[in-house]
T-cell receptor, first 113, second 111 residues
């Protein structure tokens, strides 16, 4: 079974730009969660999608948004990038809920200059 | 809001020594999960604990869930260089249907 895939793996943007990151969950997994990982803040929960609906949301500004498609693939978008948005963005999929084991993808390393 | 505190932040040990990381929540947890992230890698699920007072073992790793379901620990016996990485706990409480991760404990093992 293929694991969680994320594209692109690396991204360099400048302040003010926007970016879209993509995540393909494990086949059969319906829940997709996004996390931001930085050295100082650890793993911060962004949001979770299930059946194309945002089911949970973390404490991030509205510049961070996401969506999920009917095939469970998910995208997250960050608009008006700031230097502080530089981080590793991890996507995790699970069967149904956050109670289930989370399978993480390799992440997208975003650098904002 | 819900917080999950994890200590220590960093520990280095000599190969063969034991290691323990502790996780404490401000609220009662429905369950707790543990993950390991190797340097340059992504978090990988280790185990989930659900019951009060639960203890689970995986070879040299022992996981405990406190009686009040507010704390947990991971103990590694006789560490090896392959144990290097950051260990995260992640808790789920009834009122918040999202996993909240601790800041992680980074383990360095010196041969």
């Amino acid at each position: 079974k293929a694991g969680v895939t994320q594209t692109p793996r690396y991204l360099i943007k400048t302040r003010g730009q926007q970016v879209t990151l993509s995540c393909s969950p494990i086949s059969g997994h319906r829940s997709v969660s996004w996390y931001q990982q930085t050295p100082g803040q650890g793993l911060q929960f962004l949001f979770e999608y299930f059946s194309e609906t945002q089911r949970n949301k973390g404490n991030f500004p509205g510049r961070f948004s996401g969506r999920q498609f009917s095939n469970s693939r998910s995208e997250m978008n960050v608009s008006t990038l700031e230097l502080g948005d530089s981080a590793l963005y991890l996507c995790a999929s699970s069967l149904e809920t956050s109670y289930d084991e989370q399978f993480f993808g390799p992440g997208t390393r975003l650098t904002v200059l | 809001g819900q917080q999950v505190m994890q200590i220590p932040q960093y520990q280095h040990v000599q190969e063969g020594e034991d290691f323990t990381t502790y996780c404490n929540s401000s609220t009662t947890l429905s369950n707790i999960q543990w993950y390991k992230q190797r340097p340059g890698g992504h978090p990988v699920f280790l185990i989930q604990l659900v019951k009060s007072g639960e203890v689970k073992k995986q070879k040299r790793l022992t996981f405990q869930f406190g009686e009040a379901k507010k704390n947990s620990s991971l103990h590694i016996t006789a560490t090896q260089t392959t144990d290097v990485g950051t260990y995260f706990c992640a808790g789920l409480s009834g009122g918040y249907n999202k996993l909240i991760f601790g800041a992680g404990t980074r383990l360095a093992v010196h041969p």
